[in-house]
Nanobody, 126 residues
Framework: QVQLVESGGGSVQSGGSLRLSCAAS????????MGWFRQAPGKEREGVAA???????SYQDSVQGRFTISKDNAKNTLYLQMNSLKPEDTAMYYC????????????????????WGRGTQVTVSS
């Protein structure tokens, strides 16, 4: 059974940084598309970033240049480095995994991801 476990969330001040991790089990991240999504209270879930199995990446416009998605295939772990954090980045962040390597691999299509973690909370204060 595929499991995704996020960690690394916390509380930081505006302008600070955090690195989220997503450890996968029963799933080889090297082969598949993975992504990060977030949901703030009272808002719909939105995509943040996605990485294809081959390594290509895409980002939501609001995080472009501030967030970086990466992975360590040897550790079977996905990361999201978040810099220059803003209060509007406050949300529960979720890791997601697809059954495809590249098809539909975009943060704009959460429906394209079959597996989801339980999330890690990120809170940014002004």
């Amino acid at each position: 059974q595929v499991q995704l476990v996020e960690s690394g969330g916390g509380s930081v001040q505006s302008g600070g940084s955090l690195r989220l991790s997503c450890a996968a089990s029963e799933y080889a991240i090297s082969n598949y598309c993975m992504g990060w999504f977030r949901q703030a209270p009272g808002k719909e879930r939105e995509g943040v970033a996605a990485m294809r199995g081959g390594g290509g990446t895409s980002y939501q416009d609001s995080v472009q240049g501030r967030f970086t998605i990466s992975k360590d295939n040897a550790k079977n772990t996905l990361y999201l480095q978040m810099n220059s954090l803003k209060p509007e980045d406050t949300a529960m962040y979720y890791c997601a995994a697809s059954v495809y390597g590249a098809l539909g691999c975009t943060p704009q299509r959460p429906a394209g991801f079959a597996y989801w973690g339980r999330g890690t909370q990120v809170t940014v204060s002004s």
